[in-house]
């Protein structure tokens, strides 16, 4: 549902516009101030302001400037309405971003169709900004050992499409970017790439993540939300951790799948759409089916074009060009164009298992030159000791420190740092998982030089 802002000092302006509007299936809220309007644009995500030009503490036209210097996000298109209007304030309105400019007394039919065009404006802005930032965003399919080759050839066959894929593979290991890549190769590549990690939304929350809200059904949150499933209507919704969902929600998703179509939480109205569903799973379903904790049909509806990536430690062959790739996307990050890798510590790194797989070996990477700010050629013994004790050689770390303080020192910040990779960046589970308070690890993160980011 499209949400529009009228604002008019008027009363019954207000009012008739908002029965009309609302008799057309638009959501509507009305403020007779600039400063009431303004503080509601920040609070809530409008689509379209209806502005009246002449209002009793400010002037239509700067509160439409103060209006496009709203969040780039939450910016709605404006269309400035006027009992006086002139080609000047006309004019001066279009150079201050307004969208259009409907003069007093207006005209129904002239304004609902001014209306429908300036949502559709905001649409299609919205839609540019994601898929730019999703490109971006987006790198390749990294690899050229046998399983990735025959990966790249399976995306480039199934891509154009409409079959539901189901992408198998451990933690890690990239299913996201499989996602990615097979909607960037899709009939469906202009339209947006939405994602929703089912594990990492709490079960309480996870309905109105895929399906949206109305009506305030969500305590303390905005009016009305769209959910992930509206919001890529047109394009692809990846669904992360799938296995992960409750018996629950995978009813309703099972539904939404078989209709396209459903109701958000607290509307009386479904909404209908065209999304193709990728899945991606660490888990065995057919286990989890057995089970009795996944849905046999929803299996098979999401199963069609079934996808494997397979484990970093069974394609040891790509690390190279994997490393090559992050030390250019760090590099460059920090301000470190030309970092190189040494041979040992690429030999050290194909030796080491990868339990985290690529995200791991990305989170290495970055960690290291992060560490290492005046080093431009990554050796052996830059790495962390983790990598050094799998690789079956624990003594020729200790030989770089002079100290046993150091050596120490080092162990516990790369521990720290690992714990937190597994965590996600969470520095709560990870104090949990270390045994420690929270506050206590953050002053050991602070007294090792160790910085978090949420990933």
């Keep these: 549902m499209n949400h529009v802002l009228i604002v008019d000092d008027e009363t019954e302006i207000r009012e008739s516009l908002q029965s009309i509007l609302e008799e057309e299936g638009y959501a509507v809220t009305c403020a007779g101030t600039a400063a009431e309007a303004l503080t509601l644009l920040r609070d809530a995500a409008y689509d379209v302001v209806l502005l009246d030009i002449w209002l ?4 239509g036209l700067d509160t439409l400037g103060e209006i496009r210097q ?31 400019f409907l003069e007093k007394p207006l005209s129904l039919a ?12 905001r649409r299609m802005r919205e839609d540019n900004k994601e898929f730019a930032r999703q490109l971006a965003a987006r790198g390749t399919v990294t690899g050229d050992s046998v399983p990735m080759k025959a990966l790249r050839q399976q995306i480039k066959l199934m891509a154009p499409t409409n079959g539901r894929v189901l992408i198998y593979g451990e933690s890690g290991t990239g299913k996201e970017l499989i996602g990615r890549a097979m909607h960037a190769e899709s009939l469906r590549k202009e339209r947006v790439f939405v994602e929703l990690n089912c594990a ?20 303390g949150g905005p009016s009305e939300k769209r959910g ?72 098979y509806r999401l199963n069609v074009i079934p996808f494997f990536v397979p ?30 890798m040494a041979a040992d510590a690429l030999d050290a790194l194909k030796q080491y298992h990868w339990p985290g797989n690529v995200r791991e070996l990305r989170n290495l990477i970055e960690r290291v030159i992060i560490l290492n700010p ?36 080092a162990y516990e910040r790369d521990y720290i740092l690992k714990k937190l990779d597994e965590c996600h960046g969470n ?16 002053r050991k993160m602070k007294a090792l030089g160790v910085a978090v980011r949420e990933q």
């Excluded at 009793?56 to 002037?59: N, S």
């Excluded at 589970?429 to 929270?438: D, M």
Aim: no cysteine; aromatic share 6%; glycine share 6%.
């Design 56 to 59: 009793p503490d400010r002037d």
């Design 70 to 100: 709203l969040d780039a996000s939450n910016v709605p298109e404006v269309v400035i309405i006027s009992g006086h209007g002139t080609i000047e304030a006309a004019v001066r309105a279009t150079k201050l971003g307004a969208y259009d």
């Design 110 to 121: 002239r304004t609902l169709i001014v209306l429908k065009n300036a949502i559709e404006t």
């Design 200 to 219: 990492a939304i709490p079960e309480d929350y996870i309905e109105s993540e895929l399906f949206g809200y109305r009506n305030s059904a969500v305590a």
């Design 228 to 299: 992930t499933f509206e919001r890529a209507d047109g394009g692809t919704l990846f669904l992360d951790e799938v296995g992960d969902m409750s018996l629950k929600t995978q009813a309703k998703v099972l539904r939404a799948l078989d209709e396209q179509r459903f109701l958000p939480v607290g509307a009386s109205h479904p909404v209908h759409v065209d999304v193709r569903v990728i899945a991606a799973t660490n888990k065995d379903l057919e286990e989890e089916i057995a089970r009795g904790n996944f849905r046999e049909d929803l299996f």
């Design 311 to 340: 484990p970093l430690r069974d394609r040891k062959e790509d690390i190279p060009l994997l490393v090559k790739e992050f030390l250019v996307e760090f590099g460059s990050q920090y301000g470190r164009p030309r970092v190189e």
């Design 374 to 409: 005046k080093v431009n050629r990554i050796e052996r013994k830059h790495l962390p000791m983790l990598v050094y004790r799998d690789a079956g050689k624990p003594a020729a770390r200790g030989e770089e420190f002079a100290t046993l303080l150091q050596a120490r020192e």
């Design 427 to 442: 520095v709560s589970r990870a104090a949990e998982s270390l045994g420690l308070e929270r506050s206590h690890l953050y």
